[in-house]
């Protein structure tokens, strides 16, 4: 079979399959119907007709598919004008690719996300007009500890905030997190490292080598269906939920990012702060500014907030630093190389479109070189031990979705600079994340609710 994948407005593959003997070299030229009115984000229904155009660079044998199957990521054309489809995530990251070519200011960029996951045992929720909860559970997490079950129960879990890095059998999931990695590497993907994350209850991270923006955003994309699909496969589920659980560490996805003309990093400078360009510096700043409204792109989930929360180790502040891990920009110094040099945007999470937040993130940092924007002096002390004069001036990213919306709203103008993102996906994602995510949350009780005020 031949496997064409695209992805939603979201952020979600979708996909539809065809038999070997209809693929044919028009795949890659005149492209393939589907209804996009179907797809959330894309169209309505009385213009439904849609068409994919294979990528043939991103052939790769299918790694969670039974029966051979060639897998295809595909970009969205509308049939009318043969044109690119503005909503079509994959083609804003293109144009990102083009801008940042015809800037002058670059030739290329180059990413490196770190995207956290959990693997858990098992997971219940529903909701209703009468009810809601959520159950999670998992083999290795410490509230297991005291189970009593027809089961031995043989200890050795992760305390609360201790999972980084204890060795098996404490660290139950490194067979699980390596059968992953050889099925990213064989389907294409450099991987470099794995291990447990902080949180107990399964909590880990895979980390790929870098590469070019549109390249990395495919690749993070067959990252999470390798993860989903494996630990499915093995009797487990992973999610990309920035904050499944209360009380631990949640996952976020530190960006590194950097900017190269030929064979010359553009952030690197070996007399600078931390080995650091003003070119850097201004890139910083363009991310630090237009944070609030990045965030509605790059943290696009309520949940997002569950984990961006000030007071414990989450990136929250709009600041930069060396080693400061509560930082929104994070300049890793574990090596003196120019060709390491690189900056770690830290804000955004693995619920995000990768299309659209990579190229969101690299449109602020341009705004910021173009613009001059200073990001200030960089801040390598702890906030808390901070004169409470000097905490209280650091900004900190919004508290909530609908913030960051608003702040989307009001600051746009950056992402709309050589017709990267178009007026009419900003407004449709807005749309979108305020009537299905932000509205729907806001009209349903909580179940915690019902703790704190039922007796009122």
């Known amino acids: 079979?031949?496997?064409?994948?695209?992805?939603?407005?979201?952020?979600?593959?979708?996909?539809?399959?065809?038999?070997?003997?209809?693929?044919?070299?028009?795949?890659?030229?005149?492209?393939?119907?589907?209804?996009?009115?179907?797809?959330?984000?894309?169209?309505?229904?009385?213009e439904s007709d849609m068409l994919l155009?294979?990528?043939?660079?991103?052939?790769?044998?299918?790694?969670?598919?039974?029966?051979?199957?060639?897998?295809?990521?595909?970009?969205?054309?509308?049939?009318?004008?043969?044109?690119?489809?503005?909503?079509?995530?994959?083609?804003?990251?293109?144009?990102?690719?083009?801008?940042?070519?015809?800037?002058?200011?670059?030739?290329i960029s180059y990413w490196g996300p770190e995207a956290e996951f959990f693997v858990f045992s098992s997971i219940r929720f529903d909701a209703g007009a009468q009810f809601a909860y959520h159950y999670v559970d998992s083999d290795e997490g410490i509230w297991n500890s005291g189970l009593d079950s027809d089961t031995p129960n043989l200890?050795?879990?992760?305390?609360?905030?201790?999972?980084y890095f204890p060795v098996p059998p404490t660290d139950t999931l490194q067979d699980l997190r390596s059968e992953m990695a050889l099925k990213m590497i064989a389907a294409g993907i450099e991987v470099e490292v794995h291990h447990h994350e902080v949180a107990t209850g399964g909590q880990n991270e895979i980390d790929m080598r870098f590469g070019p923006l549109t390249q990395m955003a495919d690749r993070l994309m067959l990252y999470k269906y390798i993860i989903k699909n494996v630990a499915r496969a093995r009797g487990k589920t992973a999610t990309f939920m920035p904050k499944p659980l209360f009380g631990d560490n949640g996952s976020g996805m530190h960006c590194h990012q950097s900017?190269?003309?030929?064979?010359?990093?553009?952030?690197?400078?070996?007399?600078?702060?931390?080995?650091?360009?003003?070119?850097?510096?201004?890139?910083?700043?363009?991310?630090l500014a237009h944070s609030p409204a990045l965030l509605g792109l790059c943290a696009p989930t309520t949940n997002s907030y569950r984990r961006l929360v000030p007071g414990f180790e989450a990136p929250v502040n709009l600041i930069y630093s060396q080693r400061n891990r509560s930082a929104g920009v994070r300049i890793p110094v574990y090596s003196t190389s120019p060709k390491s040099k690189r900056i770690e945007y830290r804000c955004p999470d693995a619920s995000c479109n990768p299309y659209l937040a990579f190229a969101a993130m690299l449109m602020a940092g341009l705004d910021g070189i173009r613009s001059r924007i200073d990001p200030g002096q960089p801040m390598d002390k702890d906030r808390y031990?901070?004169?409470?004069a000097d905490a209280e001036s650091i900004k900190q990213v919004p508290g909530s979705l609908s913030e960051t919306l608003d702040a989307l709203e009001a600051d746009h103008a950056f992402l709309l600079e050589g017709n990267v993102f178009t007026p009419d996906l900003i407004e449709t994602w807005i749309d979108y994340k305020r009537t299905k995510e932000v509205d729907a949350m806001r009209l349903r009780p909580h179940p915690y609710e019902f703790y704190l005020y039922y007796d009122t």
Request: net charge negative.
């Open 1 to 46: 079979m031949v496997d064409l994948k695209f992805v939603d407005l979201p952020g979600t593959w979708q996909h539809f399959s065809i038999p070997v003997d209809q693929f044919t070299e028009d795949l890659f030229s005149e492209g393939i119907g589907f209804d996009g009115s179907s797809i959330r984000g894309f169209q309505h229904i009385h």
């Open 53 to 107: 155009v294979a990528d043939p660079s991103t052939a790769i044998i299918d790694p969670a598919c039974t029966v051979p199957t060639l897998s295809l990521v595909c970009n969205v054309l509308d049939p009318l004008s043969r044109q690119p489809y503005t909503r079509d995530p994959r083609h804003v990251a293109q144009k990102a690719e083009r801008y940042l070519a015809e800037s002058g200011i670059a030739d």
């Open 155 to 163: 200890g050795h879990r992760p305390r609360w905030k201790e999972g």
């Open 259 to 287: 900017l190269w003309k030929g064979t010359e990093n553009l952030f690197f400078d070996a007399n600078g702060y931390a080995l650091i360009s003003q070119t850097a510096k201004w890139y910083i700043g363009g991310l």
């Open 385 to 388: 031990e901070l004169e409470p």
